[in-house]
């Protein structure tokens, strides 16, 4: 399974608006509404901010929300503020042999967002 | 409160044995999928396997699968991580993860705080 395709890095300024694309196949974003997404600052465990493409768990600021189109799934984070600079990974639920169970995840490589 | 602990930091040599641990406490141990995670220096997340305490079934990545064995133990609400053979690749930090109950299968709502396993001779 290779891991899903994000841009390496994006920024965006403070009050602005920036989407991270999440970019697979029609094996796992293609197949299945089962995309999350996580926010993880550099020495803590990752936070779960999306799930189910476009949900978001409860206590989530609604400045982050998702979308899926075909293969590509988005995430989009509207109002920037100095404390979203993270890298963030989509994961996607995807099709796999019945030795696995039918299905297995796989992880994008993240994208590292600077705010400006 | 929700809380997955894990075991300390562990430095090995090649060829080693290791056991590593998640201790899972404020809920009900054997009702939540409790999944493994690998961060490499320097690279991103990779999704390992997945267990279910409550009757032990286990599901792993084929790019883990024959690499590391995951396990519980229900009586005393811990996951483990086990590589029978450590190599230098194995370096990496590893977090535990619970698996949420929204139903989404790549929902983790609660994570451990990882475990640092450095592979040298």
């Known amino acids: 399974q290779s891991a899903l395709t994000q841009p390496a890095s994006v920024s965006g300024s403070s009050g602005q608006s920036i989407t991270i694309s999440c970019t697979g196949t029609n094996s796992d974003v293609g197949a299945y509404d089962y995309v999350s997404w996580y926010q993880h600052h550099p020495g803590k465990a990752p936070k779960l901010i999306i799930y189910d493409v476009n949900k978001r768990p409860s206590g989530v600021s609604n400045h982050f929300s998702g979308s899926k189109s075909g293969n590509t799934a988005s995430l989009t984070i509207s109002g920037l503020q100095a404390e979203d600079e993270a890298d963030y990974y989509c994961?996607?639920?995807?099709?796999?042999?019945?030795?696995f169970g039918g299905g297995t995840r796989v992880f994008g490589g993240g994208t590292k967002l600077t705010v400006l | 409160e929700v809380q997955l602990v894990q075991s300390g930091a562990e430095m090995k040599k090649p060829g080693e044995s290791l056991n590593i641990s998640c201790r899972c406490s404020?809920?009900?141990?054997?009702?939540?999928?409790i999944g493994w995670v690998r961060q490499m220096p320097g690279k991103g997340l990779e999704w390992m396997g997945i267990i279910y305490p409550g009757d032990s079934d286990i599901r792993y990545s084929p790019s883990f699968q024959g690499q590391v064995t995951v396990s519980a133990d229900k009586s005393i609400s811990t996951a483990y991580l086990q590589w029978s053979s450590l190599k230098a690749s194995d370096t990496a930090m590893y977090y535990c993860a619970r698996r949420s109950d929204h139903g989404d299968p790549t929902a983790y709502d609660i994570w451990g705080q990882g475990t640092m396993i450095t592979v040298s001779s």
């Open positions: 994961c996607s639920y995807a099709r796999s042999s019945r030795e």
């Open positions: 404020g809920y009900s141990f054997t009702t939540y999928w």
